[in-house]
């Protein structure tokens, strides 16, 4: 079974509630449909009787639950929650509502963090940046994590590297400006994303220009010394590097360049050392090999909130959702 219908069975046998706030696009509607018919997940949509009429129009979204987010008998609910989660930042009842009127990723954000829903999807027409940024902002980040990151879930058509072409690339999404310890910990929660997607154990190689200590620079060293953070802090992490792809991927070039390590070669979950590197690296693949790239889906978030790409087709909102609902079963 191709990975995204392992997911989506996944998504039908414990159903989650996940929000859309996307009504000014017609793909929301196209998407709704489908999750509603393959009984993916029960959604919900924010948009006005405009938007709804509008955007919505040819599509059955019966199963649909519909927020108007200006007359909503909930909203005064989530206007105390966000007063109250951003208060100190100067966030008034009146700013509160003027926010969530004119953003609806706010409004979806509220209603996870209220417990009206189980995570939210957006970004078909929203930045990266605005559509994290109220996640960021509204739900923070699990107990004990510093960072949320970002990975894709790679589908390589015909390929027996990784696990027998899956991988998680990360961080490809987040992060501007990483250094080791926020490497370290990029990687262990980019093997856990595995795990707990793909039900395989994850094997993590921290990507580099240098295969251990081939080339000396900054760049090189940061790779190195996030590898040794990783294995002191996260003890059960099969992790090594610093690795160039072909040492991380291909046995015949792990043999020679690093043979005594357990990952190189084997690796199916891959931590890039910069932002650059894994936005590049996920779209290349994503092209030249006709790879499936599911993402960027978050981690570290305390609930599932995932961005989709704004040249995302249906299918795409779909894939995201039923992945949210299954991070929300977690
Ligand atoms: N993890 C946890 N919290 C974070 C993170 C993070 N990685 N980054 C910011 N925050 C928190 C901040 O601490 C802050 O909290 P506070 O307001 O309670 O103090 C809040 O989020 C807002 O932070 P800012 O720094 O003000 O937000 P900003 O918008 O400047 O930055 C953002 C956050 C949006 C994630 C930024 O880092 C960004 O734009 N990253 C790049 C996104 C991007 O363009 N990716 C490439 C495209 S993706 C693709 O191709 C599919």
């Given at each position: 079974?191709?990975?995204?219908?392992?997911i989506?069975?996944?998504?039908?046998?414990?159903?989650?509630?996940?929000?859309?706030?996307?009504?000014?696009?017609?793909?929301t509607?196209?998407?709704?449909?489908?999750?509603?018919?393959?009984?993916?997940a029960?959604?919900?949509?924010?948009?006005?009787?405009?938007?709804?009429?509008?955007?919505?129009?040819?599509?059955?979204?019966?199963?649909?639950?519909?927020?108007d987010?200006?007359?909503?008998?909930?909203?005064?609910?989530?206007?105390?929650?966000?007063?109250?989660?951003?208060?100190?930042?100067?966030?008034?009842?009146?700013?509160?509502?003027?926010?969530?009127?004119?953003?609806?990723?706010?409004?979806?954000?509220?209603?996870?963090?209220?417990?009206?829903?189980?995570?939210?999807?957006?970004?078909?027409?929203?930045s990266?940046?605005?559509?994290?940024?109220?996640?960021?902002?509204?739900?923070?980040?699990?107990?004990g994590?510093?960072?949320?990151?970002?990975?894709?879930?790679?589908?390589v058509?015909?390929?027996?590297?990784g696990?027998?072409?899956?991988?998680?690339?990360?961080?490809?999404?987040?992060?501007?400006?990483?250094?080791?310890?926020?490497?370290?910990?990029?990687?262990?929660?980019?093997?856990?994303?595995?795990?707990?997607?793909?039900?395989?154990?994850?094997?993590?190689?921290?990507?580099?220009?240098?295969?251990?200590?081939?080339?000396?620079?900054?760049?090189?060293?940061?790779?190195a010394?996030?590898?040794?953070?990783?294995?002191?802090?996260?003890?059960?992490?099969?992790?090594?590097?610093?690795?160039?792809?072909d040492?991380?991927?291909?046995?015949?070039?792990?043999?020679?360049?690093?043979?005594?390590?357990?990952?190189?070669?084997?690796?199916?979950?891959?931590?890039?050392?910069?932002?650059?590197?894994?936005?590049?690296?996920?779209?290349?693949?994503?092209r030249?090999?006709n790879?499936?790239?599911?993402?960027?889906?978050?981690q570290?978030?305390?609930?599932?909130?995932n961005?989709?790409?704004r040249?995302?087709?249906?299918?795409?909102i779909?894939?995201?959702?039923?992945?949210?609902?299954?991070?929300?079963?977690?």
């Amino acid at each position: 079974m191709a990975f995204i219908d392992e997911i989506k069975a996944r998504a039908k046998a414990d159903k989650k509630t996940i929000v859309l706030p996307e009504s000014m696009d017609k793909r929301t509607f196209e998407a709704a449909e489908k999750i509603i018919k393959e009984d993916i997940a029960d959604i919900i949509i924010i948009g006005t009787p405009e938007e709804i009429a509008k955007n919505g129009a040819g599509y059955d979204i019966s199963g649909a639950t519909i927020i108007d987010p200006f007359n909503d008998p909930n909203k005064q609910k989530y206007i105390d929650k966000f007063v109250e989660l951003r208060g100190k930042k100067g966030v008034t009842p009146e700013i509160a509502q003027e926010t969530m009127e004119k953003d609806y990723m706010y409004y979806a954000c509220l209603m996870c963090k209220c417990g009206d829903a189980d995570g939210a999807v957006s970004g078909a027409c929203h930045s990266t940046g605005n559509t994290i940024r109220p996640a960021l902002q509204l739900l923070k980040t699990k107990p004990g994590i510093s960072s949320v990151s970002g990975f894709f879930l790679m589908e390589v058509p015909n390929c027996t590297l990784g696990e027998d072409g899956l991988f998680v690339f990360a961080d490809c999404a987040v992060n501007t400006d990483v250094d080791s310890a926020k490497l370290a910990e990029i990687a262990s929660l980019a093997a856990e994303s595995f795990t707990s997607l793909t039900g395989k154990d994850a094997r993590v190689a921290m990507l580099s220009y240098s295969t251990m200590g081939s080339a000396k620079h900054d760049d090189v060293t940061k790779v190195a010394e996030a590898v040794k953070l990783a294995k002191e802090n996260y003890p059960d992490l099969v992790v090594d590097g610093e690795l160039q792809l072909d040492a991380a991927l291909v046995p015949e070039v792990a043999a020679l360049k690093a043979p005594d390590s357990k990952v190189a070669g084997h690796a199916n979950t891959l931590v890039f050392p910069s932002l650059e590197a894994g936005n590049i690296g996920y779209k290349l693949v994503q092209r030249l090999a006709n790879a499936g790239a599911y993402g960027p889906v978050l981690q570290g978030l305390s609930m599932p909130v995932n961005d989709l790409s704004r040249g995302c087709y249906a299918d795409d909102i779909v894939g995201t959702v039923a992945i949210t609902a299954v991070q929300a079963q977690g």
